[in-house]
């Protein structure tokens, strides 16, 4: 049921946000008349929680903001519980994939603007839950076209990834915003699948609707089970970091401040109709992340021996892009710049984990795992939901972590994969 948390009961919640410092972005531009209402999918998460404190206090007077999440496992409403007695926010429950959790946060808040984040985001995870990820990114998404076709808002702001272009080769030059979506993994094709939708409701429907395709973001408040965070919480805890294959992989990195700017940036100057990727200028790969890290708790970080002294090698990923590029120059355009240096986000970040990160998401010590496996207690919950047959035994005997195992036939297990879409979609049409 959809129902809207007061501040009574953040009161009671845990209270290791109390003197956490407030984390937003910097940029600020003349408010919108036709902006009132902005409705913030999966706004107890990592990104949209910086966007919802930076637009919640940024623009205050002017804009309500709407945090919209389910709460999943790795969201806390310690992210933005900072805003509880702020007049112009409100933490709304709901389900992107529940057409009457969504159109009742419209209505009631007479919503105007959406951006959507909420997603499963977890790339690991989809080796495993590509199911968990079609429903919540494509089928959430294309619920939340059809609600807000009918609701109708002045903007949609979809956010997606640069993982949708796939791998880009070590010389390869950084793609543009018109470039071929090549997804590799079913975290990046679900994304991939739900701008088809987004496009497809602007063109067919005229949802106002902007795409925007990011690097990585790190910073605080995003979830351990992430490289950055993961790795500061196993370091502060004395353990090894779990390294993907050789740890040549590289990806671009944005502080999460400057992400909060490109998305304050698009909400205000970009232009219905237009994809817009967010380009870091920061390529690290992984074993020299690992340094760094090293390098931030004091630990001897010189030659590749001290290096690998804190390094355990891991299964790599069933496929792992070794690089992602885009160009960013299209955003940059509209005023925006990147003003973190990797060196200063990751000591901020650093500092803020050995801080709050024990506290903050409660004990995260199973996510900490070097290929995350989801417990099996999770499993039975998921197959109870989801009406599949999940076996962890069997699982365990195939030898890939993090692989889910549908007992039954081939047949089987389309058919009841089938009445689950079915269902999903059938409260759409609803
Ligand atoms: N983190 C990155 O580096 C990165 C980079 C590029 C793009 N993105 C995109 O940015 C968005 C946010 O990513 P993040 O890393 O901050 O995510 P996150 O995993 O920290 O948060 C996702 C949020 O969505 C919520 N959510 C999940 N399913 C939901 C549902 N069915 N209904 C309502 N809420 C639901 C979760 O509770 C959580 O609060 C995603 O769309 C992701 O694909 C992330």
């Known amino acids: 049921m959809p129902c809207s948390i007061t501040s009574d009961t953040l009161k009671d919640h845990v209270s290791v946000w109390e003197d956490a410092p407030f984390l937003q972005g910097t940029t600020r531009f003349e408010p919108q008349s036709d902006v009132n209402n902005i409705m913030i999918t999966g706004g107890a998460g990592f990104i949209a929680s910086w966007v919802v404190r930076h637009l919640a206090r940024t623009y205050h007077g002017h804009y309500n903001i709407i945090s919209f999440d389910k709460l999943d496992y790795c969201a806390t409403l310690n992210n933005t519980a900072q805003l509880d007695k702020d007049s112009n926010f409100t933490f709304y429950k709901g389900d992107i994939t529940k057409r009457e959790d969504v159109m009742d946060c419209l209505r009631k808040h007479n919503v105007d603007t959406v951006m959507h984040f909420a997603a499963q985001t977890h790339v690991d995870l989809s080796f495993g839950n590509s199911n968990d990820f079609t429903s919540t990114n494509v089928v959430g998404t294309h619920a939340l ?13 979809h956010v997606s990834t640069d993982e949708v272009y796939g791998e880009v080769k070590d010389d390869g030059k950084d793609l543009l915003e018109d470039a071929l979506l090549l997804p590799t993994n079913p975290y990046a094709a679900s994304k991939a699948a739900a701008e088809m939708y987004v496009e497809a409701y602007r063109k067919s429907f005229q949802v106002p609707a902007i795409v925007v395709r990011s690097n990585n973001v790190y910073g605080p408040h995003q979830f351990p089970e992430k490289v950055i965070p993961k790795f500061s919480m196993l370091l502060q805890r004395g353990q090894q970091l779990s390294l ?21 940036t698009i909400l205000h100057k970009g232009q219905v109709g237009q994809v817009y990727n967010v380009g870091s200028s920061d390529e690290i790969s992984n074993f020299t992340l690992c340094s760094m890290l090293l390098g931030q708790f004091g630990l001897s970080n010189e030659t590749k021996e001290e290096v690998y002294k804190h390094v355990v090698h891991c299964e790599d990923r069933p496929f792992n892009d070794h690089r992602y590029a885009v160009d960013g120059s299209k955003l940059k355009q509209l005023g925006w710049q990147q003003n973190t240096t990797f060196a200063d986000g990751l000591s901020t970040t650093v500092d803020w984990y050995r801080k709050y990160g024990g506290k903050w998401w409660g004990d995260i010590s199973d996510r900490l795992a070097p290929f995350p496996t989801v417990p099996p207690e999770e499993h039975i919950e998921r197959a109870r939901n989801t009406e599949l047959a999940i076996s962890p035994a069997r699982s365990k005997k195939n030898g890939k972590r993090g692989f889910d195992e549908v007992e039954g036939s081939p047949e089987t297990k389309r058919r009841r994969e089938n009445d689950h879409m079915d269902s999903v979609l059938g409260a759409i049409k609803a």
């Open 145 to 157: 076209l059809e609600c807000v076709k009918y609701h109708g808002v002045n903007k949609f702001i």
């Open 244 to 264: 993907h294959g050789d740890g040549t992989h590289t990806r671009r990195y944005l502080y999460a401040g400057d992400a909060a700017d490109a998305f304050d």
